[in-house]
């Protein structure tokens, strides 16, 4: 079960996305994420006396979506980081080409001279 990796935040963001479209759906392991998730803050809070009047629900959909929306930050970081090393990458090509295509091309017109001139020799 993917609870403990999630409360741990060690889920990628694919991985997280599921499993918390999952739980939505699914009864049973809700209940067991309520119950990982109580006592996941009840050893955070041992010592805090506001122990007593929390709401387990309200906190355990705060902190998913707090979670989803970080999620989502970083998979468009992802995408970011993607985008602009695509576009670093054809910037470096695009200079590539511009700098070795005239030699590619002046090295075929030298090649084209030689031979036209070695024909003209014979
Ligand atoms: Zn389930």
Same mark, same amino acid.
């Given at each position: 079960m !993917?609870?403990?990796p999630y409360l741990d935040d060690e889920l990628r963001p694919k991985a997280c996305s599921e499993f918390l479209a999952h739980v939505q759906n699914c009864e049973e392991c809700r209940r067991e994420l309520e119950n990982s998730f109580i006592v996941e803050y009840a050893l955070q809070y !041992?010592?805090?006396?506001?122990?007593d009047n929390f709401d387990i629900k309200e906190l355990l959909?705060?902190?998913i979506v707090?979670?989803?929306?970080? #999620?989502?930050r970083r998979q468009i970081l992802t995408v970011l980081t993607w985008l602009s090393i695509i576009v #670093?990458?054809?910037v470096i090509a695009g200079i590539l080409?511009? !700098? !070795?295509l005239p030699?590619?091309?002046s090295y075929a017109v030298d090649v084209f001279h030689d031979i036209s001139s070695s024909y003209n020799l014979n």
């Open positions: !993917l609870i403990r !041992l010592d805090d006396d506001k122990i959909d705060e902190s707090q979670r989803e929306r970080r #999620m989502k #670093m990458g054809a080409v511009r !700098l !070795l030699e590619v091309f």
